[in-house]
């Protein structure tokens, strides 16, 4: 008697992808299908509305895009100005960059133009490319909601409609906003949405939009990435050491700060400390935050320290690290931003920082997220930071920025420069007179860290900093 065939994962192909985008995907590196797109493709690319539930990290991009570029090159439909054939809508900007980079290579492979459109950026080149004709836009709901208003763009062409990380785009309040633009498309188009989680506002926009769904859940709500969890109870006092400490060690490191001022303080104390960082938070133009994220990419600097706008839809390869030195506010966000690290299938561990006046919540937090993480008290030196993240530390430090030259005799110095101290050293910081936000490490008095400066929207390094030394005792 024969031995029955083990079942296999189909392939790309075998689902109904035509052989270009297999053969564009192979070029890519991707050659099986994760489990959300081996669940949806073949209801995506027979024209039927799709809701798709998978955590972050799961493989949900190609899950719409494979469909998106096939059906739209089967389509008989011409490219017109103005009028694009297919809108994807992405809750950020980051995003909405990273599925366009997707798409790209798909796209061509099928003679197929797409945009990106969003806002922090020109609104004349996104004009003049829509003018010239798109088949596919990805969008934040808000700038292409202004195009439309404006004239420069309609909807009424498109033919397939994504919505990505709708669970997101509900939490930001986008909600509106996406109603109006899903009203403005043919009733008769596909629909494909994706989210992490179908809260109240998600299960509004499928009931509303989507006919007769197929729906495919490949992970539960809470289901956490598949990754070792540790929370390290610390005193406050040693929190900056503790995350010198593990960013030192080879990888690439995401850290997560709860807001916007708090990344900065963190990445210049960092910095300062000798770890190559940047930072991405929303208080960062457009093309310093495309910069900063593309300097942690392709490896210019090993440590990113973000606010929550890194903890959905940001994918960059190999993060060895996540580090809440901030603990979030909420479980989702908790899953979302650990979700930075093993993504398709690589290794990961995720850390968080927490003070005794922390810990109640943390604990509640795990809970909630359904994870079972291994708590641990400890000071900076402890063996355990070795464990968590192996291999030898490494800082770097850099020369400090050349003195400013206002002595000139009858010249007025500049602006920036009538701030600054004898022989050019930066002012001390202004005395920080907010409430201390939670979690804080030296509420961003570290005297080094003036001495941060910018290089092209990407922090430069420096030397000098009191910390420099943070692993005296290992």
Known sequence: MAARRPRTTPTFQELGVPVPLVRALAENGVTAPFPIQAATLPDALAGRDVLGRGRTGSGKTYAFALPLVARLAASAAPRRPGRPRALVLAPTRELATQIEASIAPLAAAMSLRTLTVFGGTDPRRQISALRSGVD???????????????????????????????????????????????????KQG??????????????????????NPMTHSVDSAAAPVDVPHHMLHIDD????????????????????????????????????????????????????????????????????????????????????????????????????????????????????????????GVRQLARQAGIAPTTTRLRPGHQLLDEIAPGPRTLVPAPVPAPVDGGRTGEKAPRRARRRGSAGQ????????????????????????????????????????????????R
Do not use: W
């Open 237 to 360: 006092r040693d929190r900056l050491a503790v995350l010198v400490d593990l960013a030192a060690a080879p990888g690439r490191t995401l850290v997560f700060a709860r807001t916007k001022r708090r990344a900065k303080t963190l990445t210049r104390q960092l910095v300062a400390a000798g770890i190559p960082a940047t930072e991405l938070h929303g208080n960062l133009a457009q093309g310093a935050r495309s910069r900063n994220l593309q300097a942690f990419a392709n490896g210019d600097v090993t440590t990113l320290v973000a606010t929550d706008i890194a903890a959905r839809g940001i994918h960059v390869d190999d993060v060895a690290l996540v580090v809440h030195a901030d603990p979030p506010a909420e479980y989702k966000a908790y899953l979302h931003r650990s979700g930075r690290t093993a993504r398709g299938g690589a290794t990961g561990t995720v850390v968080t920082l927490m003070t005794a006046d922390q810990v109640a």
């Open 426 to 473: 930066p002012a001390p910081e202004p005395r920080q007179t907010r409430a201390r936000e939670s979690g804080t490490a030296g509420s961003g008095r570290n005297p080094a860290a003036s001495s941060t400066r910018r290089a092209s929207g990407v922090v430069a390094f420096s030397a000098g900093s009191r910390l420099g030394s943070a692993r005296g005792t």
């Open 190 to 211: 596909q629909r494909l949405l994706f989210s992490a989680t179908l809260d109240a506002g998600v299960d509004v926009l499928v009931r509303r939009y989507l006919t």
């Open 136 to 186: 596919i836009v990805v969008a934040c709901p808000g700038r292409i909601a202004d195009h439309v208003d404006s004239g420069h763009a309609s909807l009424d062409a498109v033919e397939i409609t994504v919505l990505d990380e709708a669970d997101h785009m509900a939490d930001l309040g986008f909600l509106p906003t996406v109603r109006r633009l899903l009203d403005r498309t043919p």
